[in-house]
């Protein structure tokens, strides 16, 4: 499956600010709920909540687009947000707050440059090992 590359890009700006939302309010619920959008996200690249957003109410003021990439690295990019999602939940959940400010800030990272740069860092990971396994 392939991807329009602002769809991920939009993703990561709405990531962006809820994971700033996160670090500012130290909800655990909030990086819970993150956490389960970047599950879903990993899961099914088509079905990740901010990418359909994208489809429904941006990609179709946009026009076609000129780029596509695949889903892979995307999903895999998801899985490793889920996790720093995830940390960060359990962190604030049980009150350990600067665990979960180390990672909403290592997620928060990898979003910012994705969403203002187009610098996928999972995706580039992802690649990576491809490469090291080939």
Known sequence: MQLDVRGPRFAAALTTVV???IALTRSGWLAAAQAIVFAIGA??????PYGALFRVLVAPRLGPPREVEPA????FAQAVGFVFALVAAIGFLSGATAVGLIATAF???AAFLNAVFGLCLGCEAYLLMRRLRA
């Open 72 to 75: 892979e690295p995307v999903r």
């Open 43 to 48: 899961i099914s690249a088509r079905h990740a």
């Open 19 to 21: 994971l700033i939302v």
């Open 107 to 109: 997620a928060l990272v």
